[in-house]
């Protein structure tokens, strides 16, 4: 089989695996909040070890502004292979970062923020922006990497959306990084906190 046809059958189901790997994305990341046997797999962490991740957390993530940032430069200059090196490169990265944050909720804890008022608000309004386009960004973001991976270079400038759903892609996914940073910064940084160990929940209900 040619390397043409194994492009042309992955592309095929690109909407299909989006969606199942989105589905698969949503069920850790709610598995590690909600569901007992998940959050069960996940070691129990000292708060040194939280406040160690969350800073790691945060280096990765503004590591990947700097790459989704300079995909998005080279694809306007029109340097494709830098553009997809950088764009692939960024989802590893996210990759790991969702290898240090489920084992941070599972088996950590929680920090609150605590400060005045009006940078609490603040904060707050940062947060909710920033977990709704994380929520929002995984499909768009699978997808054009999928496009991305499973066309050719012709085909994903004149039939397929990538370029479209890229830009809305990049967009959220960098609000989102810059977002996640900032709160980070105020939460770890600038003001003080709280912290709240996590509680397994138990398996069957307590009577």
Do not use: C
């Amino acid at each position: 089989m040619s390397a043409a046809s194994v492009r042309a059958r992955l592309a095929e189901p690109a909407g299909a695996l989006t969606v199942l790997l989105t589905v698969v994305g949503y069920a850790a990341v709610g598995g590690v909040f909600l569901v007992p046997g998940f959050q069960a797999l996940f070691p129990d962490l000292t708060r040194g070890t939280v406040d160690l991740l969350a800073h790691a957390i945060a280096a990765v993530n503004t590591v990947t502004i700097t790459t989704l940032s300079l995909g998005w430069y080279w694809i306007r200059n029109d340097e494709v292979k830098k553009h997809a090196a950088a764009m692939t490169t960024s989802f590893v990265l996210i990759l790991v970062f969702l290898g240090m944050y489920l084992p941070k909720v599972a088996g950590g804890g929680t920090k609150y923020f605590v400060g005045p008022d009006p940078a609490y608000y603040a904060y707050l309004i940062m947060l909710a922006v920033h977990i709704v386009l994380s929520v929002v960004s995984v499909p768009v973001v699978l997808y054009a990497l999928l496009l991305g991976l499973t066309h050719t270079e012709r085909e994903l400038r004149n039939e397929v959306p990538h370029a479209r759903v890229g830009r809305i892609a990049a967009s959220a996914w960098l609000l989102s990084l810059v977002l996640g940073v900032v709160t980070y910064l105020l939460l770890n940084h600038v003001y003080d906190s709280t912290f709240e160990a996590a509680v397994l929940l138990p398996l069957v209900p307590v009577v």
